[in-house]
Each structure stands twice: as C-alpha cells, then as structure tokens.
C-alpha cells in the first residue's frame, strides 16, 4: 500500500518524475480557473443572477464574514489569499469520492507547501499593516532575549499546520483503504460520506488558522501601543 501520492510515479522523462501528487494537483488547479473563468464571465449587477452566481456570492461572502469575525478588520486585503487555500484544499478533499483518485492533501509535501504559503503571508500581510520596523519589533517582546524563542514559535506553528492537515487527510485514506478490503460494500460508504465531512472541516481549520496567525501579526503592535497609552 501506497502512504503518500508521492510513492506513485505516473510519468518519467530521465530525471524528471511526475508523480500523483503534482499530476492531481496540476488537474484540480485547471479545473478551479477554468470554473472560475466558466462562473465570473457572465456576473450580473442587477437583474436575474444565474444559480452559479448565488453560489459564488454565497461562498465569498461566508469567507468574508469568516475573516472579519477573526481578524476584526475588513475581509479584502486577506480575502484571495485565504479564500484560495480554502476552496483548494477543500476541492482537494472533496474528490475523494472519485474512484482512483488520491487526494494531494495526503501528501506532505503539499500540506508543506501550504505551510510555507501561511508562514510567508504572515509578515507580507504584518508588514503591509504595521511597517517593517514595527513588524519585526515583535519579535523582541517582551525582551530582546526572546528572539530565538519568538522565531523558533513561528517555525513550530508552520510544522503543526502542515503535519496537522497532512495526518487527517492521509488517515483518513489510509482506513478508506483497509475497509475495501475488510468489508467492501457498506463501511467504505460510510467513511466515504464522514471522509468528505472532514474534508470540508479540515479546509475550514486550516484556513481559520491562517488567518489567525495573520490577524496576530497585524494586531501584535496597536495592543502594545495600546496597553502603553
């Protein structure tokens, strides 16, 4: 058995090797432009909307409150970024109940990636919001001694969001798997359904968490100044 998508090499060209990973990943990035493109040419400002519309705006909407309710600001400068991670992972996760199809989410390197992605939008968005200087000031509190702590916390928490997601997505094919073989008509239906539910969850976390990391950094400063008013 096969742990990660990335045992599974589909093409090989000498040194070059794409495995499930990167191949299912490719696919579900061009069918996310292409429904974008296929759902956003024909947007409506008055007048009858079709029913892909309302369920744009319904779905952007419901990220937008999500990112006001947790970063206590206004949704737009956050709302691509966290919005992209959501409707990724939680496509990724989704198509699971596509047969042979191997959820680039049980990958590591994917969830790591991910990570990186939030660990590099945290002092973009910080930076962006609070100035360079203020920013890294941050990293000195409470005192200068700090510093390796401070960083070493941002490290951590990085780690944790990608191992965090990469074990439930890969447990959860992993059992998928054994109940195929153990019992193949009824179990397999049922994890499938809970496999999906947890999908969707595990999108949701990681994108809360994103943002929660960078609504710290963009806050850190304006409590400080705050508590020193």
Do not use: C
């Amino acid at each position: 058995m096969q742990i990660s998508p990335d045992e599974i090499t589909l093409f090989q060209f000498g040194w070059l090797h794409i495995n499930a990973t990167i191949f299912v990943t490719w696919i579900i990035m061009a069918l996310l432009v292409v429904g974008s493109w296929l759902v956003t040419r024909n947007l409506q400002s008055e007048g009858p909307m079709s029913r892909w519309q309302n369920l744009l705006e319904v779905l952007v909407g419901a990220i937008a409150a999500q990112i006001r309710e947790v970063g206590s600001r206004a949704s737009g400068p956050y709302l691509p970024f966290i919005g992209t991670l959501f409707i990724f992972i939680a496509v990724s996760n989704v198509l699971s109940v596509v047969p042979g199809y191997v959820p680039p989410t049980s990958s590591l390197s994917t969830t790591a990636a991910l990570a990186i992605s939030v660990f590099l939008a945290v002092p973009v968005f910080g930076i962006s919001q609070q100035g360079l200087r203020r920013y890294a000031g941050q990293y000195l509190q409470p005192t200068f001694f700090m510093l390796p702590f401070n960083v070493i916390g941002e490290i951590s928490r990085t780690l944790a969001l990608a191992v965090r997601l990469y074990g439930n997505i890969m447990s959860g094919t992993i059992i998928v798997a054994i109940l195929l073989g153990i019992a193949p008509l009824f179990f397999p239906i049922v994890m499938q359904v809970l496999g999906l539910l947890t999908g969707l969850i595990q999108a949701y976390i990681f994108a809360i968490l994103a943002m929660v990391y960078i609504a710290s950094a963009s806050r850190t400063h304006e409590n400080i100044e705050g508590k020193g008013e």
